[in-house]
């Protein structure tokens, strides 16, 4: 099993940039998905952008070139850097993995764009 805990998130003017990290209680590397999803009040939670164990990344279309996943095998981190920032993209991030045939998921965090 592996733990997930989110950080980064906060409230930003639309335009900006901000970074989400999720940190891993185990090997990220070993890890068959991770993926960042959020969800808006009122909507169901989306795909935002994964990455598998051989790194390869997809990302939803309304993020395709603003936002980037990437991960760090040595700290166990997953992050999220996010840029040119939308009042759409507002909502609760969450953090995912997909190990060993069960999903997990964290605890979520806030990201708030005002226009």
């Known amino acids: 099993q592996v733990q997930l805990v989110e950080s980064g998130g906060g409230l930003v003017q639309a335009g900006g940039s901000l970074r989400l990290s999720c940190a891993a209680s185990?090997?990220?590397?070993?890890?068959?998905?991770v993926a960042w999803y959020r969800q808006a009040p009122g909507k169901e939670r989306q795909l935002v952008a994964s990455?598998?164990?051989?790194?390869?990344?997809n990302y939803a279309d309304s993020v395709q070139g603003r936002f980037t996943i990437s991960r760090d095998v040595a700290k166990n981190t997953l992050y999220l850097q996010m840029n040119r920032l939308k009042p759409d993209d507002t909502a609760v991030y969450y953090c995912?993995?997909?190990?060993?045939?069960?999903?997990?998921w964290g605890q979520g965090t806030q990201v708030a764009v005002s226009s």
């Open positions: 990455i598998t164990s051989s790194g390869r990344t």
């Open positions: 185990r090997s990220i590397f070993s890890i068959t998905i």
């Open positions: 995912y993995a997909f190990l060993v045939d069960k999903p997990y």
